[in-house]
């Protein structure tokens, strides 16, 4: 059933994890400006962007889970358990939910009470978020498909291969689908039978999705780009050059296009001309989608922080921490701001007139160890970085020249330990000495110095 007593809502939410805090309250240490006004904590982290309906939130965690909870106090109404986890973000079409996961399905379940209605089963993971209209689901899948199903029973109506993986979401507008791929190609659909309409390649990855307005399609690639096409025949009308990788996806409002980047930068773009009118550094990944809303921008980093910028701007008007990455992508609406992180913490901020009061953050010490240490050169790297954040070992000689680099991969455990030869790496044999084993964050390094003796 609809949860509408609020009484009733509280006590649930006290029974399922939910914290609920007071406007003027705080949770835990005392801390200067404003708290969330609840938090839901969940198995394992987020980064399914929530979306609501009828007041109640859908969103789906690592987990493996889909949750629906109340908006207002964030108390529990039910869970759906998946084989895998869920990075998908639900879509509320009716009273139904459809979301992906990495079990290789998509689900549909009853939006009231979470009972599966049905699957469908595609050929690898589901991340990408599915859009349903006039009685169809559409998604893409990490096989290469491109999927359109009936959003009654889940049979299979269409499918169009792509030439590599799919990690962009579908977005649909007047009868046609856009969808990038990771064969470098942003693709333009029938909608009613899934004919190729156009294909326009780029330099890189598409995993950003597109956001169409204005006979425009515009979007991030890996190629380092934003890209803009024509909607119309997928012809090239500017494209705007940033540091680094960009899956992160487009958000348009009042002619501007606003979009983050793996360079840890926020970029506001014309979006006629795609001239840069600001940009606001972070201090990590940008991977979420920005949310404008009311003059300011909403944007999670890896560095653990969701900013509120000015919108004409770009200044920083205030942060908020939490205990790991952000790559859900927030949700505005009535006044409060509903995001995922990595902590596993689904929050609920309020989002007034001056912004998110900033947090006091304590700085995280980056710890790495080596045993044995003298040693005769296969050992134990243990390190923990206090948060999920990019990492890499480097190796150095006592002059600071490098010698090796060994990347521990975009989403790596705060803590780990690995097993390793540091006497050789590849065919270089390195000789007996000392030498300097650093661990690289977007924050702060550690460093260790070590001894070879064989």
Known sequence: MWLTDAVRVDALAMAAGAVILSATGTAGAEQSGMQPIWTYQTGDAITSSPRSAEGLLYFGSWDNKVYCIDAAMGGFVWEFTAIKWVHSSPCIAGNRVYVGSYDHFLYCLDAQTGALQWSFQTGTWVNTSPVVADGRVYFGSRDAGVYCLDAENGSLIWSYMTGAAIFSSPFLLDGRLYIGSNDDRMYCLQASDGTLLWSQPTGGDIQSSPEVAGGRVIFGSNDHMVHCLDAD??????TFPTGDWIDSSPSLSGGRVYIGGYDSFVYCLDEATGAMLWSQPTGGWVRSTPAV??????????DGKLYCMDANTG??????????????????QDGRVYFGSGDGILYCLGADSTGIQEEPEPEEAVSLDLFPNPMSGRC???WDTGRFAPCSLQLFDLSGRRLASIPLGRDPQPTGSLEMDLSAFGHARIPDGTYICRMETPTSPAEETFVLLR
Do not use: D, E, M, N
Not at 315 to 332: D, E, I, M, Q
């Open 233 to 238: 025949t997928g012809a090239p009308v500017w």
């Open 293 to 302: 809303s009311g003059g300011k921008v909403y944007v999670g980093s890896y």
């Open 315 to 332: 200044a920083v008007l205030s942060s908020f921490s939490t205990g790991a990455f952000v790559r859900s992508s927030p949700l505005v």
């Open 380 to 382: 134990t790297v243990i």
